[in-house]
């Protein structure tokens, strides 16, 4: 704990003398090396799935058989598959406007180095933000905390059970390595580059809007609350969604066309951040032996939003809590946290109503930062002996083709 305490007076310096390496080279040998441990059991579990051929329900035998998976066709699953086509073709249906444009843009422009192959660019853009989100993050943990605890953020993260969508292909990676980045550049004064990267994390996921707000205190609360012109910084924010809003409106007609395709695609609309979590916890309690589609849904849902409430309110009271400075990283918990229980899911096809929340949760980054300060040996333990065969199951229906979101 002393070593934090240091960083939190002096955020940035090296404890341990001049020999050591810089801050950004040390975020950047740790984040490789947590990406590639990853990656590593990725493959592994991949690698077995592909053993598993077929499943009798008669007598309840597994065939094995050589494994018969493409290693990158296997991970063109879902939404990757989505991202993908929209790197290839642009937006040529309705649906395709569900998703955010930064993300298969940048498929698009690396297609030209992978011969056109765009499952491949999606899997390059996705992990190299993935090592950028790692390198970033560590370097801001490390910045406001200490090193140790930047340490374990990077690994609560990549261990958590749906961190698969990482690296396979969906934003979600570059999502935080932009938020990340958006904050870190706050606590810099880099008010310009800050606005900048939220604005294109509002062009990756609509989550992005809400960094308005912990740019808005930030900004205010280093300026004693007194506003500049440099404020006007935190219009590029909103204005990411913005492009994505005429861009829409070009293309189909309809600047609202994200929402329309939310709503007729798969049922999702904004509702109270309780109506979710209220009508999945009544489905699984009145069946609770019985989960849904696949594991990550009903229970792990359900999880994922008590961790969400209490990593939230353990960043404001508690043992816990983030210094009043650093109150903007855990206003965007809170308000980003508030935005993913508001979407609720009704498709009577569908009947899961917290559904893509697991993955969701990743983009509320803050949430493994606080669970990073628990400094016991035992928490940690007990998370990876929850998570990681979590993960592995996930990982291996995603890699056979089930429904995994």
């Known amino acids: 704990m002393v070593q934090e305490r240091l960083g939190d007076e002096a955020p940035g310096l090296s404890v341990e003398g001049p020999k050591r390496r810089s801050p950004w080279r040390r975020a950047a040998v740790v984040g490789l090396s947590v990406w590639a441990v990853s990656r590593l059991g990725l493959l592994v579990v991949t690698l077995l799935a592909g053993y598993v051929d077929d499943y009798d329900d008669q007598d309840f035998g597994i065939a094995l058989h050589q494994p018969t998976l493409n290693l990158f066709g296997v991970w063109d699953r879902l939404d990757a598959n989505r991202f993908a086509g929209i790197g290839e073709n642009g937006y040529t249906d309705s649906d395709s406007a569900a998703f955010f444009p930064l993300f298969p843009g940048l498929i698009k422009a690396v297609a030209y180095l992978t011969f056109g192959n765009t499952v491949l660019a999606g899997f390059i853009v996705a992990n190299l933000a993935f090592i950028g989100a790692l390198v970033v993050l560590h370097r801001l943990v490390e910045h406001e905390f200490a090193e140790a605890t930047a340490r374990r953020a990077g690994w609560l993260l990549v261990t ?8 396979v292909g969906y934003n979600m990676s570059l999502f935080v390595l932009l938020a990340a980045g958006c904050w870190y550049a706050m606590r810099r004064e880099r008010w310009w580059l800050a606005g900048a990267l939220g604005g294109l994390a509002a062009a990756t996921r609509s989550t992005g809007v809400v960094l308005t707000v912990p740019f808005i205190y930030e900004y205010l609360r280093q300026h004693r609350w007194r506003p500049s012109w440099r404020g006007a910084a935190v219009g590029l924010i909103p204005g990411g969604l913005g492009c994505v809003v005429a ?7 309809d600047p ?73 990283l855990a206003l965007f918990a809170v308000a980003a946290t508030i935005l993913a229980l508001s979407a609720h899911v009704t498709n009577k096809n569908l009947p899961l109503p917290l559904m893509s929340l ?45 429904w995994v979101e």
């Not at 861009?247 to 007609?253: D, I, K, Q, T």
């Not at 309690?285 to 792990?300: A, E, T």
């Open 247 to 253: 861009l829409f409106w070009a293309v189909y007609g």
């Open 160 to 167: 958590f059970p749906t961190a698969l969508f990482l690296g």
């Open 358 to 402: 697991p993955r969701r949760a990743l983009e509320v980054f803050p949430v493994f930062i606080v669970l990073a300060r628990i400094e016991r040996d035992w928490f940690q333990r007990a998370y990876l002996f929850v998570a990681l065969p979590v993960q592995g199951m996930l990982i291996a229906a995603y890699a056979l083709d089930y």
């Open 256 to 328: 609202l066309a994200y929402v329309h395709a939310q709503r007729d695609g798969w049922g999702n609309r904004l509702d109270w951040p309780w109506a979710a979590t209220i009508e999945a916890v009544r489905a699984w309690m009145s069946s609770p032996l019985k989960l849904g589609r696949n594991p990550s849904h009903d229970l792990l849902a359900i999880a994922c939003v008590v961790l969400l409430l209490a990593t939230s309110a353990a960043a404001f009271v508690g043992p816990l809590r983030f210094r009043r400075d650093q109150y903007g």
